[in-house]
């Protein structure tokens, strides 16, 4: 019912910025809260940030408070995560999801896109 695409990653230095996109499929979507997740390598998948459907609250991990911005643009369904100011550690694959029940799970997730920050 729901497909996600998510895109541009890269490799990019220290202090850099990257912007990653999510394309997501299905004539709901704007009634759906999307989420970025990340997991590096040896690690669990983790929270990064979240966006209700209206755009109206968004939540963030402390790690990237400050730094990330997610927003989303119903018109075209599609998700932005904003990265500025990039440090080695954010080095992960990101995931894009979705949630389409309030405190349920995230029940759609896309390929993943990878981030990588050099030193």
């Known amino acids: 019912q729901v497909q996600l695409v998510e895109s541009g990653g890269g490799l990019v230095q220290a202090g850099g910025s990257l912007r990653l996109s999510c394309a997501a499929s299905?004539?709901?979507?704007?009634?759906?809260?999307m989420g970025w997740f990340r997991q590096a390598p040896g690690k669990e998948r983790e929270f990064v940030a979240t966006i209700t459907w209206s755009g109206g609250s968004t939540a963030y991990a402390d790690s990237v408070k400050g730094r990330f911005t997610i927003s989303r643009d119903n018109a075209k369904n599609t998700v932005y995560l904003q990265m500025n100011s990039l440090k080695p550690e954010d080095t992960a694959v990101y995931y894009c999801?979705?949630?389409?029940?309030?405190?349920?799970?995230?029940?759609?997730w896309g390929q993943g896109t990878q981030v990588t920050v050099s030193s």
């Open positions: 999801a979705v949630r389409t029940v309030v405190g349920g799970p995230w029940g759609y």
């Open positions: 299905g004539r709901t979507f704007s009634r759906y809260a």
